[in-house]
């Protein structure tokens, strides 16, 4: 199956830093979605990308799918605290079939 | 979105013995998954749930090992069986969220010993 290869792995950053991490894959996919987890949660929707080349945000959070259909990557813009958590990229074929790379683990110094 | 209440949160459990996850949807939806998420990993897709049919096994899960119901359009339970400690993980059911994404329910902890 498809994929994908996110990262950085882990990013330990300072308080108003800006972050960016991404997703790249060999295969095409037709929707490109970021996920947060919370410790002792399931993960989030933050944002979902339906169009290659389109770029979405969601207050600080700013994500793009890329125009190969084979990448994306999400930023954020000066990191608070409760940024902290698991970054998960999703990439969708079809509706019952989704994958998830293998996470971005934030860490936020105050 | 919907909203997924999911149970228990946490167990641990004997190994060898068998525990069954629950998943409650507040509406009714046509697809239900379930993943699972070991230690610091990603999730993976362990089965599609559809109402009225047997669930579809990802490959590498097997239906004696983690059977499925799906008794209604809000409801399904993951059973995980004769449990090892390398079944030790998160799983967690979800549904479609109507915008291409899903929605997860918090996930039930796991620990056989």
């Known amino acids: 199956g498809q994929q994908l290869n996110q990262s950085p792995q882990s990013m330990f950053i300072q308080e108003g830093e800006d972050v960016s991490m991404n997703c790249t894959s060999s295969?095409?996919?037709?929707?490109w979605l970021w996920y947060k987890q919370d410790p002792g949660e399931g993960p989030v929707l933050l944002i979902a990308l339906y169009k290659a080349g389109e770029l979405t945000s969601n207050g600080r959070l700013t994500a793009q799918f890329g125009t190969t259909r084979k990448d994306s990557f999400l930023n954020i813009s000066a990191s608070i605290p409760s940024d902290v958590g698991i970054y998960f990229c999703a990439g969708l074929v079809v509706y019952n079939d989704m994958r998830f790379g293998a996470g971005t683990r934030l860490t936020v110094k105050p | 979105s919907a909203v997924i209440s999911q149970k228990p949160s946490r167990d641990i459990c004997q190994r060898g013995t068998s525990l069954t996850i629950q998943c409650q949807v507040d509406?009714?939806?046509?697809?239900m998954f379930w993943y699972r998420q070991q230690p610091g990993q990603s999730l993976t897709l362990i089965a599609t749930a559809n109402q009225g049919s047997e669930a579809t096994y990802e490959s590498g899960f097997v239906i004696d090992k983690f059977p499925i119901s799906r008794p209604n359009l809000t409801f399904s339970t993951l059973t995980v069986s004769n449990m090892s400690p390398e079944d030790s993980s998160i799983y967690l059911c979800?549904?479609?969220?109507?915008?291409?994404?899903?929605?997860f329910g918090s996930g039930t902890r796991l620990t056989v010993v």
């Open positions: 979800s549904v479609g969220a109507g915008v291409g994404g899903y929605t």
């Open positions: 295969s095409i996919f037709n929707t």
């Open positions: 509406s009714q939806v046509t697809m």
